[in-house]
């Protein structure tokens, strides 16, 4: 299993930002997805962003799409969340979250569903707390 380390968290005010960061330690086999999944208190975990091993292809959730922008430093082995225009919504807990590449996955759906149920690792959590 990979070490993943979130940082970066925090509280913030509606319209806010904040930035997450996750370090990670050396990643057996062929350089992996990873992303960022979230769960509030009472609900399901969701899937948020995610980026593609090289980082040409990114996936947001609907909610999140036009604030958030995901990115990687493979160099650095850190992935960056970038959370813009926060709203009380956005308050959730914050996992990071690896899965190894697949030939299968032909939509954002796919995409998403891989990272939440592959044998991948997911980082202790971060909280985020958006106060209105």
């Known amino acids: 299993q990979v070490q993943l380390v979130e940082s970066g968290g925090g509280s913030v005010q509606a319209g806010g930002s904040l930035k997450l960061s996750c370090s990670y330690s050396?990643?057996?086999?062929?350089?992996?997805?990873m992303g960022w999944f979230r769960q509030a208190p009472g609900k399901q975990r969701e899937g948020v962003a995610i980026?593609?091993?090289?980082?040409?292809?990114?996936y947001y959730a609907d909610s999140v799409k036009g604030r958030f922008t995901i990115s990687r430093d493979n160099a650095k082995k850190t992935l960056y969340l970038q959370m813009n225009s926060l709203n009380p919504e956005d308050t959730a807990m914050y996992y990071c979250?690896?899965?190894?590449?697949?030939?299968?996955?032909?939509?954002?759906?796919?995409?998403?569903?891989?990272?939440?149920?592959?044998?991948?690792?997911w980082g202790q959590g971060i909280q985020v707390t958006v106060s209105s």
């Open positions: 050396e990643y057996p086999g062929t350089r992996p997805y």
């Open positions: 980026i593609s091993p090289g980082g040409l292809n990114t």
């Open positions: 979250v690896t899965a190894p590449e697949s030939p299968y996955l032909y939509s954002d759906y796919d995409v998403f569903n891989h990272l939440r149920t592959s044998s991948g690792s």
